[in-house]
């Protein structure tokens, strides 16, 4: 059975960084796209950033772009969103999930999906 577990959540102040994490078990992802997507309270679900099957390439919302780094080690079967300069409007949950598709932004093209960790940004 397949699982993406993200961890790192929290709450931190306005300016501070966090550190998420997505691990996957059940399968290998080192030739899938991996993606972040993020849901504000009320608000629907978006896309954060995406990272190619190599690492090579990486595609960010205009609203996290040199804020936020995406990675991944493929020998550990993970995924990591590094989130610096927190703003409150980046609280939400944020979701891990995996696309055979190349680095896709729409969330029907991400089969896999993690169950969410909760970020609080406080002003």
């Known amino acids: 059975q397949v699982q993406l577990v993200e961890s790192g959540g929290g709450l931190v102040q306005a300016g501070g960084s966090l550190r998420l994490s997505c691990a996957a078990s059940g399968r290998t992802f080192s030739s899938y796209t991996w993606g972040w997507f993020r849901q504000p309270p009320g608000k629907d679900r978006e896309f954060v950033a995406a990272i190619s099957r190599s690492g090579e390439n990486t595609f960010y919302a205009d609203s996290v772009k040199g804020r936020f780094t995406i990675s991944r080690d493929n020998a550990k079967n993970t995924v990591h969103l590094q989130m610096n300069s927190l703003k409150p409007e980046d609280t939400a949950i944020y979701y891990c999930?995996?696309?055979?598709?190349?680095?896709?932004?729409?969330?029907?093209?991400?089969?896999?999906w993690g169950q969410g960790t909760q970020v609080t940004v406080s002003s």
């Open positions: 999930a995996t696309s055979a598709a190349y680095l896709p932004i729409a969330s029907p093209n991400y089969n896999f």
